[in-house]
């Protein structure tokens, strides 16, 4: 899509017209402009996962992934998402993935839900996820301050962790990490 021409100073206003898009199941849909709680939780999660597993493998701290954010995947040939968060295990991938969209598709997917994109998220791309053989699919909810963790079964998703604000979890595939779910939503990390 190209920028709207305009004539004068542009404005936040004029960033409404902007439109980010993916492909879900053929259509085009517009992909939200994250709220400050969305970012705030995206930041947080790609900071903590990233610090500990964006590397290789060994060493005292656990690596082997490679963690990106918000990229063009193409789960299939109608379906193209940017994902919040995503990561390849590096045993499957040994390097970086690249290109526009990424056609390698990855081992965890992870969506901060947006009131105006959860049923998306919720409905048509975990049925993508899950037809792709996403390993993990990972759901975090700013507004009710939640972390879903899903893995991969033959039938259906299985929900394996449903944590809140003040719990502090070990989320797989992440699970050598201790995850304190508030620092998602504004927590501290030095309290």
Known sequence: ?????????????????????????GHLHEKA????????????????LRSRFHRRPGGSRPGGWWILTEVEIEFETSDVYLPDLAGWRREHVPERPSGRPIKLRPDWVCEILSPSTAARDQVDKQRTFHRCGIGHYWMVDPDRELLVVQRWQEGGY??????????????EPFDALDLRVGLLFGDDPDE
């Open 33 to 48: 402009s994250p709220s400050a709680e969305h970012g705030d939780a995206q930041g947080a999660l790609t900071e903590l």
């Open 1 to 25: 899509m190209v920028a709207p021409r305009r004539t004068g100073l542009a404005t936040a206003a004029a960033l409404v017209e902007l439109e980010r898009f993916e492909v879900i199941s």
């Open 158 to 171: 299985l929900v394996v962790l449903t944590a809140g604000r003040g719990d502090t979890v070990r989320a």
